[in-house]
Structures are given as structure tokens and as C-alpha cells.
């Protein structure tokens, strides 16, 4: 085989074997609201914006009245402030930009491909609860980070 | 001292000065008749139709910490005595009263409904 072969070759595997690290560290834009921390972040951990795209997050809160069960609403000015902030950072042209049924994260093909290996009783240890519990086993929620390297599950 | 300051908040229309639990009660018991601790106790702890009593979420005797019950998000306790940031602002507490009520009841929460409820509260240590 040719050097360059060679080279090229190598080069690729060693971007393929990072990327899946890379593009689970989603991050959480620096500039939060602080309606966002007070409001969204009561209920269930603050989600990153980069987790769904501006279609979704447009649709959650322009229905926080019946939100996954609950009544959620907000003054008009918090509406207005979060959401402009959810689109601007919200996903783009990756992976995390698939639209689902809901709006749900938990319920896209990319969290079911992710969380295939968790077995179903997992999700129904009191640790953990739920889905949308991310918390319970991503140490690094709060930065936006799901690097498998910081995942614990929980008794 | 706390008629005229009452006075006051009750002429500007708005809700939203509070310092004390003891002050939002007596906002609300401006428009309701005297509060019951017992009653408010059977409000909180009960079911009304729906899925979700107030406990389901603070637990029948909210002095700890909860875990929410769909999310396991935890909540803080909602007793004043375990947790002296709680209706402590009238206008946070309208809010959660708002969406809360509308989650355990259907419906808006009376304000003879709150003031029951917070003078329970208010007895828990």
C-alpha cells in the first residue's frame, strides 16, 4: 500500500474514532436567562438548547399551558426571552436536528440509538426515574456535555 | 401597621409585595373568610379528580426535600419552617399557585383555598 494510502487511511480512522466523543459535547451556551434557570429548570433539569431544533422549541413554548401533562405557563416577557435564546442556539444540521413526534428529546431516533444499551429496568430505578432524568446518570447536564466518559449509572 | 400597608397594596391592584408568608396570607384573607389549617391540610393531601394531589409532588408532610414525580427533578421543601424562602414572594407564589392548581384541580385555586393552605404550612415544623 502507497504511503499516502497509508496516511489518509489512518487519518480517517482516528477522526472516526473521536468524533462520536466530540459531537455528544453539545455544550450550553454562556448567555442563559435567567427566566430560563428559574422557570425551566424547576420541574426538570435546564436542557441544552443544542437538543432539539428551533421547530421544536418554537412548538414547546407556544404550548407550556399543557406541557408533557402539566401546566407550565409563563408571562408573555420570559416566553419571549427563552424562546429567542432556545432558537439561537438551537440544534442545526446535525444529528440532534431530527424533528420528533412530540418535541420530546427523549422520544428522536438519535436518544433511542444513544440509550440502546440501557436496559429497560434501569429507567425505572427511583435513581433514576425517567427519560427525561438526564441528570441521574450525565455527570456534565449542566455544561451540555454527554460524553459517554461522564455517564454513571446509578444504582 | 399592617392594615395601612395592606391598604396600600390592596389600592395599587397589585399582588406583588410580600415579605413574609404571614403578610401573603393576609393579603388573600382581604378576599376570603378566616383560614382553616385543617381544611387546607384535606386540600393538600387529597386528589380532585386528577391524577395529582399537591402531595404528589411536596409529599403529605412537605418539611424535606421531594423528588418531582414525573421527573425525579428534586424540590425543595415548600413548609416555611424548612425552607424560609417560600411565600416569601407574592408574586412567585401567585404563579405556582396558578399552574399548580391548574394541574392538581382543573381550575384556579380560591383564595380561601391558599389561605387554608399556607396557615397549614404554616403549623409544620
Known amino acids: 500500500m502507497h504511503n499516502i494510502t497509508r496516511l489518509l487511511l489512518s487519518g480517517c480512522c482516528a477522526a472516526l474514532l473521536s468524533a462520536p466523543a466530540l459531537a455528544d459535547n453539545i455544550g450550553m451556551p454562556g448567555n442563559m436567562p435567567k427566566s430560563y434557570a428559574a422557570e425551566c429548570a424547576s420541574c426538570h433539569i435546564p436542557y441544552a438548547p443544542g437538543l432539539l431544533p428551533s421547530k421544536s422549541w418554537l412548538g414547546i413554548m407556544h404550548s407550556l399551558d399543557k406541557h408533557y401533562g402539566t401546566d407550565a405557563s409563563l408571562d408573555p416577557k420570559s416566553v419571549a426571552e427563552i424562546s429567542a435564546w432556545l432558537n439561537q442556539h438551537a440544534a442545526g444540521s446535525r444529528k440532534f436536528a431530527e424533528p420528533s413526534p412530540d418535541n420530546r428529546i427523549t422520544s428522536s431516533a438519535w436518544f433511542a440509538r444513544k440509550h440502546r444499551e440501557v436496559g429497560k429496568e434501569v429507567w425505572l430505578r427511583a435513581s433514576v426515574k425517567s427519560r427525561a432524568n438526564c441528570a441521574a446518570c450525565h455527570r456534565q447536564t449542566d455544561k451540555g456535555d454527554f460524553d459517554e466518559d461522564n455517564v454513571r449509572i446509578p444504582k | ?125
Not at chain 2, 46 to 73: D, F, L, M, Y
Open chain 2, 1 to 125: 401597621m399592617h392594615k395601612t400597608l395592606l391598604l396600600i397594596a390592596l389600592t395599587f391592584g397589585s399582588a406583588a409585595w410580600a415579605a413574609s408568608p404571614q403578610d401573603l396570607l393576609q393579603q388573600y384573607e382581604a378576599s376570603s373568610g378566616k383560614a382553616s389549617a385543617q381544611r387546607g391540610q384535606q386540600l393538600f393531601v387529597n386528589k380532585h379528580g386528577r391524577e395529582w394531589s399537591c402531595a404528589s409532588c411536596h409529599g403529605s408532610t412537605p418539611n424535606k426535600s421531594t423528588q418531582h414525580i414525573v421527573t425525579g427533578k428534586t424540590i425543595l421543601p415548600l413548609a416555611p419552617a424548612a425552607n424560609e424562602q417560600r411565600f416569601t414572594d407574592a408574586a412567585k407564589s401567585e404563579k405556582w399557585f396558578k399552574r399548580n392548581c391548574n394541574d392538581v384541580m382543573g381550575r384556579e385555586c380560591t383564595s380561601q383555598e391558599k389561605v387554608d393552605i399556607i396557615s397549614w404550612l404554616l403549623t409544620i415544623r
